[in-house]
Each structure stands twice: as structure tokens, then as C-alpha cells.
């Protein structure tokens, strides 16, 4: 039963950073690209860390229904392709969804057993050193600030909170996260021939009956 992983955090944080580690460091779980129509960051690629689109081409798959969910954020589009959500749950991969808080909102609505995870900055300072030190220019990590105030307290209404203090930190407890919900019960028991290689335990697990008492 593989699941979808959302993780947000208001931008600048270091969500893609605490993602891009994750996933060197565990097998089984894809990252879903997203699309934007904003132009790449030196370094970035397409296909890698979006999926780069013209304003027309992105207008032209909301029609087409191929977003399972889009937002305007500071003036371009962002948005989720469904295919690849499918697509990972379909094939058994865990999916990590990297995303903004609204996009959090909206995709946890659409698939409520999703685990959502938000990365908290150590302190609002910290944020803006990190938003500068990617190279926005002063203005735009002013706004990302303001908007960052709003998104904070939507911290409450998610599944776990991580504080991304320290990364390697950050990443072991996202690793935790995801390793604890594969541990699930539901997630075993469904998968019980697969994940259990002995007869003799799959047989006592499946029919038979739980003795114990309280007392
Ligand atoms: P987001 O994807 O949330 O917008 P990024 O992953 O691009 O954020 O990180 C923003 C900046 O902060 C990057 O320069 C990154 O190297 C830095 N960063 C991320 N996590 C930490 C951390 N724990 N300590 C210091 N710098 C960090
Ligand atoms: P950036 O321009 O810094 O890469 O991203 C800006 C914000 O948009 C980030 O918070 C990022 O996580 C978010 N984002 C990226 N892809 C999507 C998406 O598909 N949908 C939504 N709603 N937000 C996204």
C-alpha cells in the first residue's frame, strides 16, 4: 500500500534540500516534479526539479484537467501533475510531494490518508538569511516573509511538524516519518504475503484469533 507524502513549509525553508536527501537516502519513495510556469534557477533542470512550462502550455493542461491541484504563487503557476501521483501509487512507490501550504491543503483533501508533513523554520530571521542566501532580491524574500507569517500557523493542521534546525536532523526524522507509516499495521496486513516469508506466521496472523486478555 503505497502512500503519498506531502511536505510543506512556507518557501525558503528547505524543503527541496531536506527532499533531495531523502530520497539518495531511502528506496521505494518517488519525488512527484511539479510544474511552474516561473523561469529555472541557475542549476535547475527541467524534468529534475519542475517540469517547465509556458504560461499557455500551463493554462492549456488546467483545461485538459491534468493538475490535481494548481496555484498562482508570486505571479506564476504551480501545480501537480496527476498522472505522476497515480501513476507512483499504481506501481507501489511511495510518492513525496514537495509543496506549497494552500497546495498542503488541497491535495490532503483529495487523498485524506496522504501524510502531511510541515517543515517549520528555526525562527523567522533564519528564514530570511536562507531566502537571501538562495538570491532573492530583497523585496521578493520580504514577500515570501509576509506571506510565510500567514502559512506558519497552518502548521497545526498537519500530521507531523519538523523543525529544520539542522539538516541531517531534518532528514532523519522525515526518514522516521515515512519508515514509521510503512510499519503501519493496515500497510503489513495487506501485504502480509509478501512481507512475511514464513507460512507457518502469515497463517497465525491471517485466521487466527488473538487470545489474550486483560487483566
Ligand atoms: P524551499 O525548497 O523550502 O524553498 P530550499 O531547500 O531551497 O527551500 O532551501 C533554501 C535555502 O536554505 C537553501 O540555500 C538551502 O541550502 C538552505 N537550507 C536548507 N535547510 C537548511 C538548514 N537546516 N540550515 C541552513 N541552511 C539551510
Ligand atoms: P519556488 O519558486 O521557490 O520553487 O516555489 C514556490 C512555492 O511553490 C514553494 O513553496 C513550492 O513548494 C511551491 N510549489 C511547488 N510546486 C507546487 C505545486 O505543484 N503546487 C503548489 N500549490 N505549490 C507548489
Redesign the pocket.
Known sequence: MAKLFILS?P????????AGKLLQQLEGIRRVITATTREPRPGEKHGVDYIFMSKEEFEEGIEKGLFLEYANVYGNYYGTPRDQVEKNLREGYDSLL?IDVQGAFKVKKIYPDAVSVF?LPPSLEELKR??I??GYRDSNAQRRLETARDEIPCAKSFDYIII????DK?VEQLKSIVVASRCERENILSNLKSLVHNEELVRLIEGGECYVQET
Do not use: E, P, Q
Request: proline letters at 0%; glycine letters at 16%; charged letters at 20%.
Open positions: 513549509a518557501s525558503g525553508t528547505g524543503k527541496s534540500t531536506i514537495v517543515l536562507r531566502m542566501g538562495r529544520n534546525d539542522f539538516v531534518a
